[in-house]
């Protein structure tokens, strides 16, 4: 049995985002969890996740994260940890 890719995308530009969804929504071993425009939202998905019941978590085992983003000194040092 395959074992589900689970991706989070985070990138500040909506369209890489949509197009990285469109190509990975190809690929019926990989579910997307979600996706964020910021550092701050990224971060949420761990930070929030794990204060909900497990049925609701929105866990991943990868994240296609955009290394030079435009916005706040923060958003550039993210390090998603899942």
Do not use: W
Request: aromatic letters at 8%; proline letters at 2%; a negative charge.
């Amino acid at each position: 049995m395959n074992q589900v890719i689970r991706v989070l995308i985070v990138d500040d530009h909506f369209v890489v985002r949509e197009g990285l969804r469109f190509i990975l929504e190809g690929y019926p071993e990989i579910e997307l969890v979600g996706d964020a425009g910021d550092g701050n939202t990224a971060i949420s998905f761990t930070v929030l996740s794990s204060c909900l019941p497990i049925s609701k978590q929105t866990n991943f085992s990868h994240a296609a994260l955009d290394l030079l983003f435009g916005g706040s000194q923060r958003d550039t040092h993210i390090c998603l940890s899942n």
